[in-house]
Structure formats: C-alpha cells, structure tokens
C-alpha cells in the first residue's frame, strides 16, 4: 500500500507529543529510546529512585532540557512505568493554569492541589475543611474586589459560597471552584494578585492543609486499593520566562531557589520541570540546597562526538524516528529498506538527522517543512537544502558580531559557562548540549555550520 502523504505529515506534526493521546498504544510504534545515545538512563534513573529507593517516602526530582528536546514524551513516558510499577500518577501541563510571565509559589501549589484532587475525587476523602475554610476566604475577597458574577454564590450549603464549588454528598468538592479561580486568575494579572495577597500569609497553613486534607488521606486510600503511592509530575515549568520580579530578582531563581524549600514540603513523590538557566545562575549552588538533589537534565541526542566526527548510533537512530513515523508497524531493519519511499536518497535523510543536531522537535520541524514545501513523495535534496538555509538565514540576522566570537570559542572550546553564556548561547539555540561518559559538552547549532560568518 502507497504512504499515504496527509498521514505522514500528521504523523510529523512537531506540536504533537507523544502519550498525551487517548491511543498510547499507536504512539508506542513511534517511540524510539534515546537514551544510549544521550548519555544515559535518565528517566529510568528517576523510575528508580521513586520505586527502588524511596518508594513509602516522599522524594522531589528536577528536571530539565532544552524546550523541544523530547522532556515531556520522556516524563510521559515515565508516568507510564510508574504506573506500571503500581504508582498513581497525576500529570499535568503547568500551562493550563500558570502565566508564565507572572508567576508565584501560590499559583504552583494551587495548581498541583487542584489536579490531585481532581484526580482522586473518585476515592470519596473525608471534608477538607481548612483547605475549604482558606479557599471560601479568597473566594470572598475576589468576589468583592472583582464582583465575578459567573462565580455568584448559590447556598447549597450554609453559609458556604458557591463559585462553582460543587456540594457532593461529603458536603463539598473543591475541584471544579478552584478549576474555576485559578483559570480567571491565568487570565486577570490584578485578580492574581489579589489571590497572592490573600494566600502568602498562609502560605504554610496551605501547605499543611494539602498534605494533611489531601494528600495524606489519598495516599492511605490508594494503598487501600493496592497502589504503591501517589506521584505528582508539573510538566512545561521550564517555560516560566526569564523576566524579573518587581524586586529585582529574576523569576526562576525566585520560584525555584528562594521558595524551592516550599515546593519540596508537598509529601508525595514529586517531578518538578525548571528552567534550563538555572544550571548556569550563580545560584545554582543554592537551588540544589533546597531541593536535596541535582537537576537530571536530558541532553540533545548526539549526531557528533567532541572530536567533531560524525556520531552514526545517533544518526541512524534518529533515521528510525522519521521512518517510523512513516512504517509504524514495520522492524528497524525493514523500515530502511523504504527510505526511498520518502527521500529521493539515503543521504539527504542523514543530511536531515544532522542538521537537526539532535533536537527532535526541530528534526520534525524541518521534516514537517519540507513535506508542506514539496507536497509530494519522494522529498528531495534540494528541498531539504532550501528550507535549511532559511532557517540559517534567519538565525544569522539574530547574532550580534561579538556573539561570533563566543560562537568560535565554543566550537574550539565545546564549553559554555555563566549566565550570560546561557542567555546568548543556549537560550537562543546557537549551542546544544550533549552528554557522553566524561560528562556534558556543547557544540553550535549545525545550522549555522554553513554561515560565512563563523569562518572568520
């Protein structure tokens, strides 16, 4: 049967991720690990110190990488063998409730309460009466400050305000009030900060209320059901942007160092994702004070070696991704044998995988780019070459003459240190990280291999 060309390109689909669908079965045929070629295990590393080392005590792991580089599959991935382990796993997408421009530990523990309690609503826990008491509170305030009339109050319970908070036969669900508050908080930057104003003072008693309400009794029930434990995992943190607070102080050391203490109190079993800067901030020291541990960090997916030769494990690997998003239901070696079904030469798909330099949302990118620009199969070489030096000619306009220069110390270097460095280099995509049995090293962008500029 023909390849179909609307399917292969849905199937390429650079916004698209992996186990985020109701069939995860089908996504499996695309999954390809990996890990020998970045480095290491390291979401089996975190399986391990949740299930094998701590498994009945709550742990707090980091998690980083550049935004693309397949964290959010791989923690998808994660959730997956937790569960298979036995372990509840509540997952989310921080974006649905966090601005990410504006955002405050308050927004973070709200956020994980609401999705926990959404997810366990079904175990019937007793009456979370100071998480309720603290929560009317702020309710009271917005509607007063803010007169919401979607959130009018309706007395199915006395004394109690409504805001969408549903009474149940316990007496009363907080998930869908708060579902309701922290979306209008997203939207209105003056309603977030009434809702801070209200809940920092009791911050601690939030905290407390969570773990003793909430979590506590929804661990003991899930164990009364055969589950090992609750696992929480806050997915796209890492996105939180890179702008300061009123204060001064930048806003991923704020979230994550200065209040990091309070988002590791939670007592379940915890995967925090967080910016790639902090692993160049002067206060990465005091990041891992708070949280206990290093940040695992998920490389790009090595097309070199440091000495600059090409890296075939990692080519050939990333050929399988694009030719499984093709042949899912073909074996590795019998899916090379179609290449030419979708590229008119097996060079222009390694040309492809090298360009990508690992990043697997911009391999798909280009791949995605091409399949639109040609409209037909097989692609060809001069296609991939043309959307290739747009996307250089358009990186090229971005760097400054003295970034040149960073650019060539990197190539000679295969370092990158500081802040600065990070802002420059590795926040704008120019560098990528890597990660081989001495430890991690960085290299340009192989886009920008081809620039004039970087010969000088």
């Not at 809702?195 to 773990?211: F, G, K, Q, V, W």
Request: proline share 4%.
């Amino acid at each position: 049967m023909p390849l179909n060309l609307r399917t292969f390109l849905q199937a390429t689909n650079p916004g698209r991720t992996l186990f985020l669908r109701d069939n995860p079965e089908e996504d499996n045929n695309y999954y390809i690990d990996f890990s020998s070629v970045r480095g290491g295990q390291i979401i089996e590393n975190l399986r391990d110190n949740i299930t094998l080392l701590s498994p009945d005590v709550a742990t707090c792991e980091l998690f980083t990488g550049h935004i693309g580089c397949g964290k959010s599959t791989e923690l998808l991935r994660l959730k997956a063998e937790l569960e298979r382990e036995g372990f509840h796993v509540v997952y989310f997408d921080s974006g649905e409730y966090l601005e990410y421009h504006d955002v405050d530990i308050a927004d973070i523990l709200l956020a994980i309460a609401h999705r926990v309690i959404e997810s366990i609503e079904r175990l019937e826990l007793e009456e979370a009466r100071g998480l309720e008491r603290l929560f009317e509170g702020a309710v009271k305030v917005l509607q007063k400050e803010f007169e919401l009339e979607e959130v009018e109050l309706k007395p199915q319970i006395p004394n109690v305000p409504d805001v969408g908070i549903k009474a149940n036969k316990k007496g009363f669900s907080l998930s869908f009030g708060m579902g309701k508050i922290t979306a209008k908080a997203k939207e209105s930057s003056e309603l977030r900060k009434k809702l801070r104003e209200y809940i920092e003072p009791r911050i601690s008693n939030t905290i407390e209320a969570i773990n003793n309400e909430i979590i506590e009794p929804s661990i003991e029930k899930l164990q009364q059901q055969g589950k090992k434990g609750l696992v929480v995992i806050i997915d796209n943190l890492d996105r939180i942007e890179d702008n300061k607070k009123p204060w001064g102080r930048p806003q991923p050391e704020y979230v994550f160092v200065d209040r990091g203490q309070q988002l590791r109190q939670l007592k379940c079993h915890l995967v925090y994702t967080i910016p790639l800067s902090l692993r160049f901030s002067n206060d990465y020291g005091y990041l891992t004070q708070r949280f206990l541990t290093d940040p695992n960090v998920l490389p790009m997916v090595s097309i070199k070696l440091r000495d600059g030769s090409n890296y075939r494990e990692g080519i050939e690997l990333l050929q399988q991704m694009v030719l499984a998003r093709a042949f899912p239901e073909l074996e590795s070696n019998k899916r090379l044998e179609k290449i030419t079904e979708l590229f008119d030469n097996p060079k222009t798909l390694e040309l492809l995988c090298f360009v990508s330099g690992g990043h697997i949302r911009n391999l798909l990118r280009f791949l995605f780019d091409c399949i639109r620009q040609e409209r037909n199969l097989p692609l060809s070489s001069e296609t991939l070459k043309q959307v290739i030096q747009k996307k250089r000619d358009q990186m090229v306009l971005a760097i400054e003459p003295y970034e040149w220069e960073l650019l060539r110390q990197v190539v000679e270097s295969k370092k990158v240190t500081g802040d600065d460095g990070y802002k420059i280099l590795i926040r704008s995509m120019f560098v990528y990280e890597y990660r081989d049995a001495e430890g991690s090293w960085f290299d340009i962008n192989p886009i920008l291999e081809g620039a004039e500029e970087l010969k000088l």
